[in-house]
């Protein structure tokens, strides 16, 4: 972590005001960077207080502060689910390389049991790791670090009273209609009873589930393709495990049981060739030639962009951004630049190439059948125009009219996805 950006998630309760703490005691000795994110959800009414509380604590112990106001969406989760997805939204933007959110043994287990009791697979049953990856806004990772996850309450408790640090208290936190306050304040009292390492033991429980988790993630790993067939071959726990790590493997959220029996339900009653289409957590699952492939959801569509000779050119609604090698006696001849604007549009429909002067000019759609590219990639591809000329294309290459002679500076286009 020497040098890192290491952001701590403040929301100004005592857990993540003692995280702050320790950071910043330990800061000198560890060499980060520190820095703290307040994310204001605006759902108390007391939000705006608890921003203005996280900005005098900063103030005061010299960290500085970003602050987030975001609007969480319930999409059928709940306040609680629509909070959480806006908050990790927030962290997703900050331009750090790792955020420490201050949950606790107590969290940990509260989260196994919660998840159990809705009835999760072996990765909800594996609770929350000490270190996990966030996707970033920018297409790279942060990583998430829960350093307390081992710690029981009352040592943070104890640490805040000892340091007699203030914080500030959420009265939702009391709320026993919410599914983890009626775990915390009416359930773990009779476990701790009966059970008094029960914390402990959950959370060693979700260490195994996380071990069994992470060798199914592994096998699914290289599979960024499944076959339909073998879906259909397996018995319906056994397919339902398959898709599971298969979504898993790509870090998508589990579905739950009711939607991931639909959705395996219709990728095993999908054609060879088929227009189906599933989104799922930013996702969509798709069926090409008897092969379930998981693709990000599209990008917004833009009309032209215009191509002058710029070594990138950034495409954001297609999603990524063409870039341009110079070459000699390959690509697009340099000279072509100065005979009229090239820019960048979507297919139409009826657009014709030439990629090899030794086969005549054919259709787009012969062409992409040809190099096996799925329908909807093919709508999604930025097309290089020259006025009407249609003059490269992915995947295929260059039309033989605008190749670059022997001995001629070129520019190859290469195109990036986000």
Same mark, same amino acid.
């Given at each position: ?8 998630? !403040? /929301? ?39 921003? &203005? ?28 689910? *629509? ?21 606790? #043994? ?32 920018? *297409? ?19 640490? =805040? ?29 009779? @476990?701790?009873?009966?059970? +008094? ?21 592994? &096998?699914?790993? /290289?599979?960024?393709? !499944? ?11 056994? =397919? ?10 790509f870090r998508l959220r589990p579905p739950h049981a009711r939607k991931l029996a639909d959705m395996l339900r219709q990728v095993v009653g999908a054609a060879r060739d088929t227009r189906l289409a599933i989104e799922h957590d930013g996702a969509v699952l798709r ?6 492939? #998981? ?21 954001? *609604?297609?999603?990524?951004? !063409? ?26 429909? *009826?657009?014709?190439? $030439? ?8 259709? #787009? ?5 040809? $190099? ?7 709508? $999604?591809? +930025? @097309? @290089?125009? $020259? ?32």
């Amino acid at each position: 972590m020497r040098g890192a950006r290491l952001a701590v998630g !403040l /929301s100004g309760g005592i857990d993540s005001v003692v995280l702050l703490h320790l950071l910043r005691t330990l800061s000198p000795e560890f060499g980060y960077v520190l820095s703290a994110v307040h994310v204001h959800h605006g759902i108390s009414t007391h939000a705006d207080r608890w921003a &203005r509380f996280a900005a005098r604590l900063c103030r005061a112990w010299r960290v500085p502060l970003v602050t987030r106001r975001v609007t969480a969406r319930r999409r059928g989760r709940g306040v609680e689910g *629509g909070a959480r997805d806006a908050r990790y939204e927030a962290y997703a933007r900050l331009n750090v390389d790792a955020l420490a959110l201050a949950h606790h #043994l107590d969290d940990q287990a509260e989260t196994v049991l919660l998840n159990l009791l809705r009835g999760s697979g072996v990765r909800g049953a594996s609770g929350m790791r000490a270190v996990t990856p966030l996707r970033d806004s920018r *297409g790279g990772e942060i990583r998430l670090l829960r350093p307390l996850l081992d710690l029981p309450r009352e040592a943070i408790v104890s640490y =805040a009273a000892e340091r007699e640090l203030d914080w500030v208290e959420d009265e939702s936190n009391r709320d026993v209609a919410l599914a983890r306050n009626f775990l915390r304040w009416r359930v773990a009292p009779l @476990l701790a009873e009966r059970f +008094p390492e029960w914390r402990k033991l959950l959370a060693r429980a979700a260490t195994h589930f996380a071990e069994a988790d992470e060798e199914l993630r592994h &096998r699914a790993a /290289s599979a960024e393709r !499944l076959s339909v067939r073998a879906l259909r071959e397996s018995s319906p726990a056994a =397919a339902r495990l398959r898709l599971r790590e298969f979504l898993a493997a790509f870090r998508l959220r589990p579905p739950h049981a009711r939607k991931l029996a639909d959705m395996l339900r219709q990728v095993v009653g999908a054609a060879r060739d088929t227009r189906l289409a599933i989104e799922h957590d930013g996702a969509v699952l798709r069926v090409y030639r008897g092969v379930l492939m #998981l693709t990000p959801r599209a990008a917004s569509r833009v009309d032209s962009v215009a191509w002058r000779g710029e070594r990138r050119l950034e495409l954001p *609604g297609y999603g990524g951004e !063409l870039r341009f090698r110079r070459t000699r006696g390959a690509g697009i001849d340099a000279r072509l630049l100065a005979l009229g604007e090239f820019a960048v549009r979507p297919r139409s429909g *009826g657009e014709r190439l $030439q990629p090899e002067a030794s086969r005549p000019r054919r259709s #787009l759609k012969n062409l992409f059948q040809e $190099q096996a590219v799925p329908p909807w990639e093919r709508e $999604q591809m +930025p @097309l @290089l125009f $020259q006025g009407a000329r249609l003059a490269w294309v992915p995947n295929i290459g260059v039309d033989v009219s605008f190749c670059a002679p022997p001995g001629a500076i070129g520019w190859t286009p290469q195109w990036h996805r986000d």
